[in-house]
Each structure stands twice: as structure tokens, then as C-alpha cells.
């Protein structure tokens, strides 16, 4: 087999001191942190779209980065030496899943029955790969977005064929997806949502994706799928109004539809944020309903109102997301870099960096959440600023559902007024992260 990135070998640890742009400085795989390796805590994954497809093309220009692999694009060659690259790829830099749409592993065809065809031949290509290495699939998802037929949406489509060929395109993947032993299956929505009400049955749409959700977890339960389902909560673009706005409205949709067994959420750092919520608030609120599944790991830039899919690099947010997943005892998924390069970066070096990047600033966040978890002045302060309701009966009473609001009243009627409920202290608590994250320098 030909090597593809010829100029670059197994990407190592080598520790903060390390002045080797092609090293790590703090994933340091076999590391244990709280009783676990730090891949064992970090199950990251490659996006096959991103880092094998995606060229730096923007609206106003042409891509600059060459993802040919030296072969021709739009043939099944290239799809083979995507494959090639990705694997050589995830080799060196110790990366053991990836996660796939329908139409990043081959060219669509015009005809569905021979797009499948080209999926069956990839997959097993693909498989073939596996079976040399302890690469994994994360996830599998159909892209239900790009394509002209879904321009009104595929699950919330006015087109009885439409949503057939989106049913089509799902069952594929679903079997891709299991073939290739899949951990979960993605639905991101991505034109799931609408412009304006002026043409737009909303119920209507709602119900119809739900459906077709349901279609997909009998099909996929029927054909051994035992993975999670996931939403992938996202506020705007493409949509003006997207379905899944944030894990709030996930949530609530899975719950209102009976999907809740099956399903769990994909949280992405970008998708939080345009959201206009902190990537912990969306994680938190996915955990505390036992549905955090899997995490896209990437930021936005907030200067820009939309999804830039960032390389991770803001420590504070990946400290404050490791802290949420080890509080909530791990993903059931992984950290998926839905991330891609800048278009000025275009060399197949920068490829390498951005996961350099993504993998030490995720890492960095595993030492330092474990680092905020021990040290405890969080936890002990919260645990602090509620206790007036375990340290009184009539606290207890309300805790246990037991409480009416005659005796409240009466309570408040007794005191006249009350104390003021205690300081929030968020500087004090901020200044304690800042010397956890900073103690030594
Ligand atoms: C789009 C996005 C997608 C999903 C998979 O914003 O995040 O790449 O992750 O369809
Ligand atoms: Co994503």
C-alpha cells in the first residue's frame, strides 16, 4: 500500500516542554486519570466528511485544499483512496473511530439502487481495513440535506417521494452503519425546519419526522442494531427555524413522540453556542435526562453568527465539557472533531494539526475537570447553597413532594420577610478555576 502522507509518522506524545508541531503536548494516550486511560476517557473520532472531503470551498471561492489522494474525484478510485488516506490517517495520530455519512464514502449516483451498490462495495472495503487495525465506526448518518430533492426538507418534506427516498437513504445507512459494527446513528436535521408559516404545516412536519424516526428504530432494532439513535440539536443554518433547536427541544420532541428509549443527543460545541447556549449548559441539560450520548467536538467563533466547525482550542469550554462527562460517568459515544481546517490552511500537514490541536486541547480538559473534581471547592459550594432545603423539615417536606403551599405560606407568613438566599460567589468560583487550571507557572 502506497503512503499517502509520506513526510509524516506516528504522531507521538512528547510532553508540554515539546517543540514539535507534529507531537502531542498533552494526549498522552496510556495517562490515567480518575481510574481511566486517557483514550479510554477520550474516545475520539475522525469525520469522514471534514478531513477527507471537504476542500476549503466557501461561497466565494474554490477550494484550496486537495483531498484527491491521488485519484479522480466523483469515481469509486477515489472513494478507495479516501478510504486509503483515512485509515493511514487515523493510524498516525492513534484516532481508533470515525463517523460517516451516506454520501462522504462514495459519489451519489442519479440512481439510488446503484448509489447503494457503491455503498456495499466501500463498506466492504472498509471493513477489509478494520480487520488490520482497532479502528472502529463511531457513528453512521444519511446526509438528508445536500441533495436538490430535499431542498423542503426530507422528514418535514411536502413530497410523498421525497420522504420515500430519505426512508431509502436511512435504511442504507442504518446497514452500512451496522455492517461496519456502529455504536449510534445520527439524525441531523438539516433542513428538518423552515422560513416561514406562510407555507408551512407545522404539526404537520413534526409528525411526519417522527415518524419516520420510528420507521427507522423498528427497521434498525429489526436488523441488530443495538446502538443508541442520536439528535444532533442545531438552532439555524440552513434552516431559519430549525426543529431541533437545541437539546431542550430535542428532548422534548423524543419525549412528546415515544422516542425517548431509543434515542440520546449529539451535542456539538458550535450548535450550542449559535443556540446561544454555553456548550456545558447543553450537555448538562442532555445528562440530567440520562440522554447524553455523543459529543461533535469543535467550536465557533463567536464574532460570527454562524457554524464555522472549528478545530477545538478554548480550554476553558473543554475543561468545563469534561467536567460535565465525567460527571455524568462518560459518553456512550465519543468526541467526534466535526471540525475542519481553515481555508488558508490547505496542506496536508495542517490536517494533522488540527487534530493535534483538537486531540491536546480535549486532553488538556481531561486533566483539568479531573483537576476541579478533586479539588472540590465546586461541588462543596453547591452542595452548600442549597442545604437550606435538607436542613429543615419543612425543606425536606418539599424535597419529597410532600409539602403544600398552605404551609409555605404560612412559613413566609411567620417570618414576615426572609434573609437573603446566600452570595452566588461566581467570581470567588471563577478565581478557583483560573488557579486549578493555571497552578503551575
Ligand atoms: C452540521 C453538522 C453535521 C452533522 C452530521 O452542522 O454538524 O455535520 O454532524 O450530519
Ligand atoms: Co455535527
Request: with cysteine.
Amino acid at each position: 500500500m502506497k503512503e499517502i502522507f509520506q513526510n509524516i509518522s506516528k504522531i507521538k506524545y512528547e510532553g508540554a516542554e515539546s517543540r514539535n508541531p507534529l507531537a502531542f503536548k498533552y494526549y498522552d494516550p496510556d495517562r490515567i486519570i480518575m481510574g481511566k486511560t486517557m483514550s479510554e476517557h477520550l474516545p475520539f473520532a475522525m469525520a469522514w466528511w471534514h478531513n477527507l472531503c471537504a476542500t476549503g470551498t466557501d461561497m466565494f471561492g474554490v477550494g484550496t485544499q486537495d483531498k484527491t489522494f491521488g485519484a479522480h474525484p466523483g469515481t469509486m478510485e477515489h472513494a478507495r483512496a479516501k478510504v486509503d488516506a483515512g485509515f493511514e490517517f487515523m493510524q498516525k495520530l492513534g484516532i481508533r473511530y470515525f463517523c460517516f455519512h451516506d454520501v462522504d464514502l462514495v459519489p451519489e449516483s442519479d440512481n439510488i439502487n446503484e448509489t447503494n451498490r457503491r455503498l456495499d462495495e466501500i463498506s466492504d472495503y472498509i471493513l477489509e481495513k478494520m480487520k488490520d487495525t482497532d479502528i472502529k465506526c463511531l457513528w453512521g448518518t444519511a446526509n438528508m440535506f445536500g441533495n436538490p430533492r430535499f431542498c423542503n426538507g426530507a422528514g418535514s418534506t411536502n413530497s410523498l417521494d421525497v420522504y420515500c427516498f430519505a426512508a431509502a437513504q436511512i435504511k442504507k445507512a442504518l446497514e452500512i452503519t451496522v455492517k461496519l459494527g456502529g455504536r449510534g446513528y445520527v439524525f441531523w436535521g438539516g433542513r428538518e425546519g423552515y422560513e416561514t408559516l406562510l407555507n408551512t404545516d407545522m404539526r404537520f412536519e413534526l409528525e411526519n419526522i417522527a415518524a419516520l424516526m420510528h420507521m427507522a428504530v423498528d427497521y434498525g432494532r429489526s436488523i441488530g442494531f443495538g446502538g443508541d439513535f442520536y439528535i444532533e440539536p442545531k438552532p439555524k443554518e440552513p434552516m431559519k427555524h430549525q426543529y431541533d433547536f437545541d437539546a431542550s427541544t430535542a428532548i422534548g420532541f423524543l419525549k412528546a413522540n415515544g422516542l425517548d428509549r431509543d434515542f440520546k443527543l449529539n451535542i456539538e460545541a458550535n450548535h450550542a453556542t449559535l443556540a446561544g447556549h454555553t456548550f456545558e449548559h447543553e450537555l448538562r441539560t442532555a445528562a440530567i435526562n440520562g440522554m447524553l450520548g455523543s459529543i461533535d467536538a469543535n467550536q465557533g467563533d463567536m464574532l460570527l453568527g454562524w457554524d464555522t466547525d472549528e478545530f477545538p482550542f478554548d480550554v476553558y469550554s473543554a475543561t468545563m465539557c469534561m467536567y460535565e462527562v465525567l460527571k455524568a460517568g462518560g459518553l456512550t459515544g465519543g468526541f467526534n472533531f466535526d471540525a475542519k481546517n481553515r481555508r488558508p490552511s490547505y496542506t496536508p500537514e495542517d490536517m494533522f494539526y488540527g487534530f493535534i490541536l483538537g486531540m491536546d486541547t480535549f486532553a488538556l480538559g481531561l486533566i483539568k475537570a479531573a483537576a476541579l473534581i478533586e479539588d472540590g471547592r465546586i461541588d462543596e459550594f453547591i452542595k452548600g447553597k442549597y442545604a437550606s432545603f435538607r436542613l429543615s423539615e419543612l425543606g425536606r417536606k418539599v424535597l419529597e413532594k410532600r409539602a403544600t403551599l398552605e404551609e409555605l405560606a404560612a412559613r413566609a407568613s411567620e417570618l414576615g420577610a426572609p434573609a437573603l438566599p446566600g452570595s452566588g460567589r461566581q467570581e470567588m468560583l471563577q478565581s478557583v478555576v483560573n488557579s486549578v487550571l493555571f497552578d503551575k507557572i
